[in-house]
């Protein structure tokens, strides 16, 4: 069990460094009136893969051995390497900076204290005192953090990308679009297996729909954004995905499949198309030379985010129990999942509500949306 979290630990120190670098050399050599096509490429595997994942690992593991969830990566980590040497370009800083320690260790400080806090919230009888004390320990940490990038002549992170607008807005506002989407795959499965007794095969395939409507609307998220604007698109396709998500608090044991498909496909368009919007959006009015730390701020706060949404998801479930003993619901399959897809959906709304701030030509150096 030991090498096993150590290799897993190796494992997220790579897969941590390899999005944002990868992103990063997009960014710099893509030019500004194609990055909405740019980043719709870029952004649909991170869409696809938390989708596809459970009934994926479901097969794998009901027909072969869960040993082969990891083996199957071995030679696609080979195939990702052969195709990196041949066709990224070698992209160097021109600057060089010393290495910032102080902020490094205490950023590192308050990343592990606030996830690993996040997580025993989520637990079933979490220990009170302890996760404040890691809470705090890691707000701490992290206010010290910021306090030290402004003020040191080479920081790790220059947090000058804040000052923009559209970027400030899809890390507040779009944090908490990409928590909420991030409870999702977690609590879909749950939903399906524990509230309504499906096996993991068929309730992966149920699932399965939400990737269909990723990739599906893919084509038609660059004209939508040059049609409607950043501003539009992001408030009317995210009233549409909080919409999706209450639907899925109405779903039952006896509502028939096509109807649950039609749902989770329906959210998986709205999902897909407000990622992209918010992705795009994030590094439109970046000036090239923020680019770079931009870059690190969005990843981090995307990171985060990943682990906040799983947070309030099971928060939400939690919550849902107690509604329903106070509502006298606990009779009706599944009624704490369901229930904490009405908790996800407000937290959507909240970050959709973030985008009201935005300018109607938000973003128009790269959608070339009139004015």
Not at 12 to 37: E, N, S, W
Request: hydrophobic share 55%; with cysteine; net charge positive.
């Amino acid at each position: 069990m030991h090498i096993f979290v150590a290799m897993r630990i190796l494992q997220g120190v790579g897969g941590a460094l390899m999005v944002p670098v990868g992103r990063l050399a997009v960014l710099r050599t893509t030019p500004k009136h194609q990055l909405i096509k740019a980043i719709a490429t870029l952004t649909w595997p991170a869409l696809v893969a938390p989708i596809i994942g459970p009934p994926l690992g479901g097969f794998i593991t009901r027909y072969a051995s869960w040993h082969w969830i990891f083996f199957i990566n071995v030679p696609l980590g080979l195939a990702a390497i052969i195709l990196s040497l041949r066709i990224i370009p070698d992209i160097r800083e021109t600057e060089r900076r010393s290495f910032d320690l102080s902020g490094f260790i205490t950023t590192s400080v308050a990343m592990v204290s606030l996830v690993t806090a996040m997580e025993r919230l989520g637990d079933r009888q979490p220990q009170i005192w302890p996760t404040l004390a890691l809470a705090a320990l890691g707000f701490g940490c992290l206010l010290y953090s910021i306090r030290h990038f402004r003020r040191a002549v080479a920081p790790m992170v220059r947090l000058d990308a804040l000052q923009v607008p559209t970027f400030r807005v899809t890390m507040y506002g779009g944090s908490l679009f990409r928590a909420s989407i991030s409870a999702v795959p977690f609590l879909l499965p749950l939903l399906f297996q524990v509230g309504f007794g499906m096996d993991p095969f068929h309730s992966g395939l149920l699932v399965l729909a939400v990737f269909v409507g990723n990739l599906t609307i893919k084509p038609a998220t660059t004209p939508l954004i040059r049609w409607l604007g950043f501003r539009r698109l992001l408030l009317i396709n995210g009233a549409l995905n909080v919409c999706s998500l209450l639907a899925c608090a109405l779903l039952t044991p006896q509502t028939p499949v096509w109807a649950i498909m039609l749902i989770l496909y329906l959210g998986g368009v709205f999902r897909s198309i407000q990622f992209t919007g918010v992705s795009t959006l994030a590094f439109a009015d970046v000036p090239a030379a923020q680019m770079s730390d931009a870059n690190t701020l969005f990843s981090t706060a995307s990171q985060l985010a990943v682990g906040l949404g799983i947070t309030l998801g099971a928060i939400g479930i939690r919550l849902g129990e107690q509604v329903g003993d106070w509502l006298h619901l606990t009779e009706l399959p599944g009624i704490s999942f369901r229930l904490s897809f009405v908790f996800i959906a407000l937290i959507c709304l909240v970050g959709m509500i973030d985008s009201l701030h935005l300018a109607k030509t938000a973003g128009s150096s790269v959608s070339e949306k009139k004015k």
